[in-house]
């Protein structure tokens, strides 16, 4: 099992639709969850940054995290096409290393 | 300027050489890593130094080795490169210490391409 999996893509969605980007991670000691989002050919970016469970709110930016079903999600409501990109799942493990899943391909459609 | 640089931005060099890629930043942070992204693949963790004296393998170190010139320096080497090693490279810092979230900031990359 990997150690930090994300929903294959690519995601495709309409313009002004809830884009819903998924995460899974085997470490069950791990504290720390990060999405990144990486235009094609540039370096990743950090958008949101969560450690307890719940929802984490940043404009229209929505991380919502489960311990306890080992689960991290990003929801992007009214997508843009300016948010097509690669969307990529960052975990800090317990033993303090920063795992990134394989990302997920995100294409918002005008 | 930006915080972290990578040199060079491309290149291009032939089986068997060796080469450098190099790491700069201006963020005062303790911590660096090399990192190698490939179609698919996400990011995989090459090398991470938490401060000058402290390096450590990732997962894919092999045929690779680096040099923490100092705390803003952070070199990475291919002594031998191969075809399979042609990939974009990205060099991240964050800062150290106790509990909390650690941001990781990337450099902009190099694109690799071994013939």
């Known amino acids: 099992q990997k150690e930090v999996e994300q929903n294959s893509g690519p995601l495709s969605v309409p313009e002004g639709a809830i884009a819903s980007l998924n995460c899974t991670y085997s470490?069950?000691?791990?504290?720390?969850f990060f999405w990144y989002r990486q235009y094609s050919g540039k370096s990743p970016e950090l958008i949101m940054s969560?450690?307890?469970?719940g929802d984490k709110e940043d404009g229209r930016f929505t991380a919502q995290l489960n311990k306890a079903s080992q689960y991290v999600s990003l929801l992007i409501r009214d997508s843009q096409p300016s948010d097509s990109a690669t969307y990529l799942c960052?975990?800090?493990?317990?033993?303090?290393?920063?795992?990134f899943g394989p990302g997920t391909s995100l294409s918002v459609i005008p | 300027d930006a915080d972290v640089t990578q040199t060079p931005r491309n290149r291009i060099t032939k089986t068997g050489k060796r080469i450098m890629l190099e790491c700069s930043q201006t963020?005062?942070?303790?911590?660096m890593y090399w990192y190698r992204q490939d179609p698919g693949l996400g990011l995989r963790l090459i090398y991470y130094?938490?401060?000058?004296?402290?390096?450590n393998k990732g997962e894919i170190s092999d045929g690779y080795s680096v040099s923490r010139q100092a705390q803003a320096k952070f070199s990475l080497s291919l002594e031998s490169a191969i075809p399979n090693q042609t990939a974009l490279y990205f060099c991240?810092?964050?800062?150290?210490?106790?509990?909390?979230?650690?941001?990781?900031?990337f450099g902009p990359g190099t694109r690799l391409l071994v013939l």
């Open positions: 991240a810092t964050s800062t150290s210490g106790k509990g909390g979230a650690k941001t990781q900031y």
């Open positions: 470490d069950r000691g791990s504290q720390s």
């Open positions: 969560i450690y307890s469970n």
């Open positions: 960052a975990v800090k493990s317990s033993y303090d290393k920063v795992i």
């Open positions: 963020k005062g942070h303790d911590r």
């Open positions: 130094s938490f401060d000058v004296k402290d390096i």
